[in-house]
């Protein structure tokens, strides 16, 4: 079926490692037009394209989707588009939120937006916005960074689980008829695991017990994933109770995650890749943290249902601290003058 | 009977903000010659002297207490000591220890040692080291810093308390007569709030209230004592909670402190005055912090009396991870070469 299909038209909307990897997949499949949406690295990848170096698709220079913006085009200009895929980082408590920063190229009622984003309770907002519209859940395990603008660097392959949030107002058939579709697309060019999955919430507290716990751990202590695993007690006393927390949650929640998660997750990242999970790499570049779709509602949802969470309080408070302090950095937050004092 | 005494010889190990304004009071009371031990700043401090900033004591520039020097001097080749004051950091999990490093000044059974240091259970190793040698307890409230080498600033006055560790092999009646005997030379020049404690367990427990909460979350995010009053729910959902711990510790140890003990230690600093507390300038210098002491040793010693204390040992094991990080900068701990991986 996949192969008979017009090309689809899709917008991506964030062009950086994670963004680039996915445009190239859909481009790649040629079932798929993508009109990629830039930020920091416009620039670069308007005038030369995307620098790629993959485990996935091998080396590829000077690449380039088939249109690259540097902001959210209209819908009511003729810009539609039959996705929208969301691989921005999901920071809620910083301006603006998701769903404005798409409103503009949003047909109600038709364009399936996808986010392949971390952390938990993030299509919420977007069904709110645009209560008739697909709203696809994306979990990807890829490993990519740029480590400069258009560079982009992927280390572990690309594996994205794809399902629907369930959305009330739309019949769960259609829904699901537009994961496989969007499945189809971008598996098409053969270079990816990506499969329609039935249980993709399941997959998403999967991947909280490492973005939760290490991925927030690590940003506090500004230890990449190997490190936090030689520090001392670190894994004992911090990672594990934390994890823990989560496996428990999720089971509050009706998601059983097998007894393996937690050593899994915790010798996911090889050792010796001294890998730095995305917060720490968005505190070391001072970005904000999306500590609040990663901790913040994991660790609402599962004291909602009574679970004990008491290292992820703490994790979590401390983020926000973190938080308040690159808030302050940007101008965000005033705080009053400084007193008189000697020093 | 103070001011009939001849002068106490006095090695005060550790010259550094809050080491210069115990020598200079010391030494304004003419009732102490203190030699100083400095060590980064020996160079300045020898050639320049101190130049001190004080709320107690005005400007004094260039002023050098009797000796200084940068080393700790031997009683063996003559350098014998009345009291051996400890200013220095307390890092147990660094060597050398401190008993190790005063060893050489140290006549067993004579020299009184005191301790100006914050945290819990610092006299035991010196205890064990010197069973009979007095130990004296000083838990100090200055507030001062050192911006270059041999600047000192004073922004709150130096008040001391002190007071004996109970050495269990000596008299209580000997040991209660050296600390009153510190306290009057330490007090002579009139310059700053030096008392005798009968409950200095009890004020060591008190300040630890400050230290093993407000310091080490100071710390950890990275913010002073008025940004974290600042900062979305620190107060209410890290600080306050960690200072409920240690007034629970506390108590269960037998000292009871004031209600008001919490709230008068978020409020201790004033706001406006952005103070980073000790364990924060260490972080942000790169030197090690004292967490073993101030968050460690009231950890296990709350634990081991039943308290529950999730918010410190959270707390504690980020600042182990944190310890170990600088640790590794400093080559204490090696870690295994990083793999060949694409990045």
New interface residues.
Partial sequence: MADVKSKASVLLVGGGSVGAIAALNLETGKQAAVTIVCRSNFNAVSQNGYNI?S?DHGKINNWKPTKVLNAIPKASEGSTFDYIVCVTKNVPDVPPSLSDLIRPAVVPGKTVIVLIQNGLNIEKPLIAAYPQNIVLSGVSLIGA?E?SPGHI???FPDTLFIGAFANPNLSPQTQKAAAEDFVSRYSAGGKTQCSLDTRVDWTRWRKLVYNSCLNS?CA????DT???R?????VA??VRPAMLEIVAAAKAAGHELPATVVDDMIEMD?????LPPSMLSDTRKGNFIEYENILGEPLREGEKLGVPM??L???Y??C???Q??NK?LRGL?S?????N???
């Fill in positions: 170096k485990c960074n480590p660097d992927q280390d751990i506090i202590t500004d230890l190997g490190r936090i030689l520090a001392d007690d670190a006393h911090l090889p050792l010796d890749m001294y008491p290292t309080r703490v994790l408070y401390l926000q601290a973190i308040w302090k302050e937050v705080i009053p003058p400084k007193g004092y000697v020093t």
